[in-house]
């Protein structure tokens, strides 16, 4: 069993917000230099219908490519998933993917199932090899840590944390002919945060790990194509760094546990409900971002495509000199305007409008003759900020978040390993 | 005449490297806050052969409207530069258009040339209208000041910048039966240093301005092929925080003063004068880059292609984590993995390797057996790195330069305007 002081001693999350079906736990395996649990687990009590996206760097960590092949093997039925934090596993080779097995086949024995319905997950630094010894040795601890409660959920959520300041965690329920459906989901990610999931290459992100449970009951296919379409306009949408990251990983579990199946007719509510929980959680990464002292959203309209405002947004995201422009709380739209032409899309400079909350930067791609940049600089100097840029051509749109440039963030990551 | 206070007391280069043909000038119109000289200008003795580039950006500054255009209706013979520093004429529409105009016509009064012939350059900040009245008001002072010793090209040198800390120029010469032909080049750029000069849209660049003098005889169609081909390899080849400005420029002007053309048996030895000048202040311009500690050589290989190679060096010259890491002095290599996997480029990670000066982190993939971590940490304590990547696949290589990402940029960049 837990003891107490491994758990948060006030649960940010009711006790009836946890799915059903699922045991958490977390305990120190050692790895994080810190002392910190760093080894955490879920087990469900069935197999649980999987569903997972991972990174779309070409340079993937041994245990995504351990845990797709478990997906395949084991039908997209998961009993166990197992993360460490602290050794990314990463640029390991063939060993960190024996190293990523041989977690999974130990901890099979441990949980009493399959090796391949155990899902591994590793978050931290790259090209160190994977203590396995210390993690295999965890492993019944990690067993006796298990419990079901919002408190066991949180000391997972707490577990998988790096250089995160604070546990990301988010719930969403519904009722369908008076059962009750439940999602919690837990997330890290604090740096290298720009995930683009899914299929191809992109551009760059840094690790985020998920971890979405309901207890409701669906079939992998619908499981997969929900979480893709939330993922899409929630994930996929923020950025802190514009580095993406060779681990990242969301997975969806269902135990079926409430007794609710899915079906067509209940998809759109469920639906709703996991882009609720995906939102949060995105937004909750963002606001924890390194050193950030401003949480930016950018809400773009009027490109010839959804895809183009997609791509204005990320070349707003990306840019250091607009990033640190909004560290010094500086209204300098000119810095934004040249992100906007310099990323390729098809703009026409002089329809062009800019604004911050609302405050009209830029008209007609000059400066706006309703600008009062001290009431702009004062706009500037809270921390949530909204940022509207018109492209005046189409019916393209879409939103994103992304955060501020600061020296901090230097700091933080100018001594990470050494 | 200029005064003595206004001229470089030592002259970095020699009397006899100044190509002849040209007078320099510079003078205070007061526009930069700090009272330093901010209007400066070349004036050639005869209509002198010009080709140019400008940025890729589709936000266009207006003073590279007009030059476009009075390119084509001089023929690209160009009779005088006009360059203020303190305000780029940017995002200004019409009005900066008509602005930049008007400068032109009344140099070309003061200079006793026509309008066409006057080419205008703008940078510093973007969306301020520029103060015309100023401009005009300091043009005879301007013209009082040309002159054309190595000490008045230094002063031109020196009021094209603005976050500058150094001067930055560059010269060669080469002999034709007895006769030199001299080539030297000024430069200004510190911050939204990604130039990417040409036609089509590219990624992010920063205020570059570049103006090289010859005293060869140019053709046209020769200038503007042999400017591009020196470009390419070059200007285009460095990024100090992948910000592409909406202001770049780079302009050869050939007066022709030395009496030698360069016909096509002496384009190769003109081509290399050209290029050693371009890539001298090419690194010059990094080496002053905004609060940098490193200057970092990529040198890229193995790759499938020129185009690929040249994109992965993009990828890890503007991942902010790897360019942290470089400000921290730690042998990451890790990141560097990260930002490769991330551009889109086909790799094998497995074939991967990276070196830091002589020291091999990363070998196929995973960390080097050989690694030294405490030496590659006080390798790159060095100010100036060469980072060597070999991706393993096949002939596809490049250079670039690139520098670190410090808390000093971040601070230099969070109030610029305000």
Chains 1, 2 share one sequence.
Request: glycine share 10%; net charge negative; charged share 20%.
């Amino acid at each position: 069993m837990t003891t107490p002081s491994q758990l948060t001693q006030e649960p940010l999350i009711e006790e009836d917000d946890v799915p059903r079906g699922f045991r958490f736990g977390a305990v120190r395996a050692g790895i994080k230099a810190s002392g910190k649990p760093d080894l955490s687990c879920v087990v469900a009590d069935q197999p649980a219908t999987a569903a997972a996206m991972f990174t779309s760097n070409a340079v993937v960590a041994a245990p995504l490519v351990v845990g797709k092949r478990h997906l395949v093997r084991s039908g997209h039925r998961v009993r166990a998933v197992v993360v460490n934090a602290g050794n990314a596993n990463c640029a390991t080779g063939q060993a960190g993917i024996l190293a990523a097995e041989q977690v999974c086949s130990k901890a099979a024995e441990v949980f009493g199932c399959e090796g391949h319905s155990v899902f591994p997950s590793s978050t931290g630094i790259i090209g160190v090899p994977l203590p396995v010894e210390k993690l295999v040795a965890a492993l019944p601890s990690l067993e006796a840590s298990l419990g079901s409660s919002a408190a066991h959920l949180e000391l997972m959520a707490r577990a998988i944390m790096t250089t995160d300041t604070r546990l990301k965690i988010a719930v969403a329920h519904f009722e369908v002919e008076g059962s009750v459906v439940r999602l919690a989901g837990i997330a890290k990610g604090a740096g290298m945060i720009f995930p683009q999931l899914g299929e191809g290459p992109s551009a760059p992100h840094a690790t985020m790990l998920v971890y979405i449970f309901t207890d409701a009951t669906l079939q992998p296919e619908t499981a997969n194509r929900l979480l893709h379409q939330a993922v899409e306009g929630t994930f996929n949408r923020i950025s802190i760094d514009g580095d993406t990251s060779t681990n990242d990983t969301v997975l969806l579990l269902a135990s079926g546990a409430s007794g609710v199946r899915i079906d067509p007719t209940e998809e759109k509510r469920f639906g709703s409900a996991l882009d609720k929980v995906c939102l949060s959680l995105a937004k909750q990464i963002v606001e924890d971002g390194e050193g950030i002292q401003h949480v930016v959203e950018l809400v773009i309209s009027g490109a010839l495509s959804d895809a183009d405002a997609l791509r204005v947004a990320r070349a707003i995201a990306h840019s250091p000199l607009v990033k640190t422009s909004w560290a010094g709380c500086d209204p300098n739209w000119g810095r934004i305007l040249a992100a906007i032409g310099s990323c390729g899309v098809t703009i026409d400079p002089s329809l062009v409008r800019i604004q911050m909350g609302e405050i009209e930067l830029c008209r007609m791609g000059g400066v706006s003759p309703h600008l009062n940049k001290a009431a702009a600089h004062e706009y500037l100097k809270q921390r949530d900020l909204v940022i509207r840029v018109d492209l005046g051509l189409g019916q393209g749109a879409c939103r994103f978040w992304t955060t501020d440039l600061t020296a901090e963030y230097v700091r933080i990551n100018a001594d990470y390993s050494t």
